[in-house]
């Protein structure tokens, strides 16, 4: 497979640095903070107004040199989006023009999007450069990032600075969302909208997530997860009933820590799946059904170490549904809600109510002939109106996507084609 773990990411390093660098988090439409390392001689520092689409604005960089050596720029996304993927190589629209005030002409990209830096060659002095930022007519709202580094030529550490600056765009900027996707072989993989070149969740463009997961019979996430690695931990049962927690590990992208051994017995369970946060403390919960069709509650504790209460009983005669899918809120009303498929392939609805104790009201139909999917997978908004996706996979490894509306009573539209090839996996959540 081309690019499964670092190629479609290492075009992209740039992002990861600059956004490392703005942790924090600068608010405004452009500003900078210097920032000398440890040792370092000299400064640099950044000015970094706005843009607005269809124009340009200068850019303002600043470097103090105790001796002479090489500046370079990079540009990234900020943590409040997504990083910039394979597919917006041609519609990110923003571009950087050349650099001036240096000695000699400096390298540039042109596209953001691409790793190479503005690179310029300093003498010792101070120096004062420009650069041009122009945004198309129909640039998307980009929060963008910039990272400046200058390396002294005797490989002494040099001076950072790290800038944003925001883009009033035409658009909201989508937030992208990872898939996991399990092969025969045990090997775990992230997919997601924007990462490949090709169609969105290209099954040839994942990133691994680890080869050891073929010894669980269930996987489920808790909440659907972002490509920053934001979301819903993943839940995992082994062949001996044994249930293990394994916890995203953060640093901006989809890792998993070290899983958590959360106890035996759970053998007793036909389903256990994610359910987003159905007790309205903004924490993951968990539920499974019973072999006598009894639904039981597992509300979460925010803490990897212990991830659950006691169970609870919230529901009998559940036997009846072949598949659950939670995590949504799929009726706008900032609670998470489920869906049920029965074994005649009816669709039904579970709206929650935000409360431990009886956390969906009645279930409502919302759809008849699904059982021609094997699998039914939480997503996120990827559409940047407000309302999550559904997506379903058919029994010719077709990856279909159900656009949300926020309507209770039509919560999806039309199913549109997201991806093919996709019956090469036995787990995808």
Same mark, same amino acid.
């Given at each position: 497979?081309?690019? +499964?773990?670092?190629?479609? =990411? =290492?075009?992209?390093? #740039?992002?990861?640095?600059?956004?490392?660098?703005?942790?924090?988090?600068?608010?405004?439409?452009?500003?900078?903070?210097?920032?000398?390392?440890?040792?370092?001689?000299?400064?640099?520092? %950044?000015?970094?107004?706005?843009?607005?689409?269809?124009?340009?604005?200068?850019?303002? #960089?600043?470097?103090?040199?105790?001796?002479?050596?090489?500046?370079?720029?990079?540009?990234?996304?900020?943590?409040?989006?997504?990083?910039?993927?394979?597919?917006?190589?041609? !519609?990110?629209?923003?571009? $950087?023009?050349?650099?001036?005030?240096? /000695?000699?002409?400096?390298?540039?990209?042109?596209?953001?999007?691409?790793?190479?830096?503005?690179?310029?060659?300093?003498?010792?002095?101070?120096?004062?450069?420009?650069?041009?930022? *122009?945004?198309?007519?129909?640039?998307?709202?980009?929060? $963008? #990032?910039?990272? *400046?580094?200058?390396?002294?030529?005797?490989?002494?550490?040099?001076?950072?600075?790290?800038? @944003?600056?925001?883009?009033?765009?035409? !658009?909201?900027?989508?937030?992208?969302?990872?898939? %996991?996707?399990?092969? @025969?072989?045990?090997? $775990?993989?992230?997919?997601?909208?924007?990462?490949?070149?090709? !169609?969105?969740?290209?099954?040839?463009?994942?990133?691994? %997530?680890? $080869?050891?997961?073929?010894?669980?019979?269930?996987?489920?996430?808790?909440? /659907? +997860?972002?490509?920053?690695?934001?979301?819903?931990?993943?839940?995992?049962?082994?062949?001996?009933?044994?249930?293990?927690?394994?916890?995203?590990?953060?640093?901006?992208? &989809?890792?998993?820590?070290?899983?958590?051994?959360?106890?035996?017995?759970?053998?007793?369970?036909?389903? +256990?799946?994610?359910?987003?946060?159905? &007790?309205?403390?903004?924490?993951?919960?968990?539920?499974? #059904?019973?072999?006598?069709?009894?639904?039981?509650?597992?509300?979460?504790?925010?803490?990897?170490? @212990?991830?659950?209460?006691?169970? =609870?009983?919230?529901?009998?005669?559940?036997?009846?549904?072949?598949?659950?899918?939670?995590?949504?809120?799929?009726?706008?009303?900032?609670?998470?809600?489920? +869906?049920?498929?029965?074994?005649?392939?009816?669709?039904?609805?579970? =709206?929650?109510?935000?409360?431990?104790?009886?956390?969906?009201?009645? @279930?409502?139909?919302?759809?008849?002939?699904?059982?021609?999917?094997?699998?039914?997978?939480?997503?996120?908004?990827?559409?940047?109106?407000?309302?999550?996706?559904? %997506?379903?996979?058919?029994?010719?490894?077709?990856?279909?996507?159900?656009?949300? &509306?926020?309507?209770?009573?039509?919560?999806?539209?039309?199913?549109?084609?997201?991806?093919?090839?996709?019956?090469?996996?036995?787990?995808?959540?």
């Amino acid at each position: 497979m081309r690019g +499964i773990l670092s190629e479609g =990411r =290492r075009r992209l390093g #740039v992002a990861g640095a600059a956004t490392a660098l703005l942790a924090t988090g600068l608010a405004g439409a452009g500003g900078a903070v210097a920032h000398a390392a440890e040792g370092a001689a000299g400064s640099v520092a %950044l000015t970094t107004p706005g843009v607005a689409a269809g124009g340009q604005v200068t850019h303002t #960089v600043t470097v103090d040199a105790a001796e002479g050596g090489v500046l370079t720029l990079g540009f990234g996304t900020a943590d409040d989006q997504r990083p910039w993927g394979m597919r917006d190589e041609w !519609s990110i629209g923003l571009t $950087v023009g050349a650099a001036d005030g240096a /000695p000699q002409p400096c390298a540039y990209p042109g596209s953001l999007l691409l790793t190479e830096q503005v690179r310029c060659e300093l003498p010792a002095g101070t120096h004062t450069l420009t650069y041009r930022v *122009a945004a198309s007519a129909s640039v998307p709202s980009w929060h $963008v #990032v910039v990272d *400046a580094r200058f390396a002294p030529a005797s490989g002494t550490p040099g001076p950072t600075a790290a800038g @944003r600056f925001d883009v009033a765009g035409v !658009s909201a900027v989508p937030m992208d969302w990872d898939v %996991l996707a399990r092969d @025969r072989q045990g090997a $775990v993989r992230a997919y997601s909208h924007y990462r490949g070149e090709g !169609s969105p969740l290209d099954h040839e463009w994942g990133a691994d %997530l680890g $080869v050891n997961w073929g010894q669980y019979d269930r996987l489920t996430k808790l909440a /659907p +997860i972002d490509v920053r690695g934001r979301g819903g931990d993943v839940v995992a049962r082994d062949a001996s009933g044994v249930l293990w927690y394994h916890q995203l590990a953060g640093g901006g992208r &989809t890792a998993f820590e070290a899983p958590v051994r959360v106890g035996s017995g759970w053998g007793v369970y036909r389903s +256990i799946r994610g359910a987003g946060d159905l &007790t309205g403390d903004a924490r993951d919960d968990l539920i499974a #059904v019973d072999g006598s069709g009894v639904l039981w509650l597992y509300p979460g504790t925010g803490d990897a170490a @212990r991830p659950f209460e006691a169970r =609870r009983q919230i529901g009998t005669g559940w036997s009846i549904y072949t598949s659950l899918t939670g995590g949504l809120d799929i009726t706008g009303d900032r609670k998470a809600d489920l +869906i049920a498929r029965d074994a005649s392939g009816g669709l039904w609805l579970y =709206r929650g109510t935000g409360v431990g104790t009886a956390p969906f009201q009645a @279930r409502a139909q919302i759809g008849t002939g699904w059982n021609i999917y094997d699998t039914l997978i939480a997503y996120g908004d990827v559409t940047a109106d407000g309302n999550p996706e559904l %997506l379903a996979r058919d029994t010719a490894g077709v990856i279909w996507q159900y656009t949300g &509306t926020g309507n209770a009573a039509a919560p999806f539209q039309a199913r549109v084609k997201a991806a093919s090839y996709w019956d090469a996996f036995d787990a995808i959540l």
